[in-house]
């Protein structure tokens, strides 16, 4: 199970603490140091809601996001925009 992390968000810092109470094993990704991985854009892009959409870099994109074709474009050149914290496991986000 992979986490994709930032430690400057208090939810996600939240995650890591629930995951590590319940004795859940986890691997930490820090989304922001090491981008997302390519295997689970097509899982994320998936979601709902997956995109901040209320940053800046967003309302400062060029093009409009209508597919998840679009989704991934934009999390491969702006992980930033990742809502986390979020959880992949075998071919599913949550």
Known sequence: MRLYHNPRCSKSRQA????TDKGVSFQEHRYL????MEE??????????IIRKQEKEFKEL?????SINDVI????????????PVLVKDGKAI
């Open 16 to 19: 890591v603490k629930l995951l």
């Open 33 to 36: 140091e090491k981008g997302i």
């Open 40 to 49: 689970d854009l097509p899982i994320l892009a998936s979601l709902v809601g």
């Open 62 to 66: 060029d093009f409009a996001v209508n």
């Open 73 to 84: 474009k934009v999390l491969r050149s702006k992980p930033k925009l990742l809502e986390r």
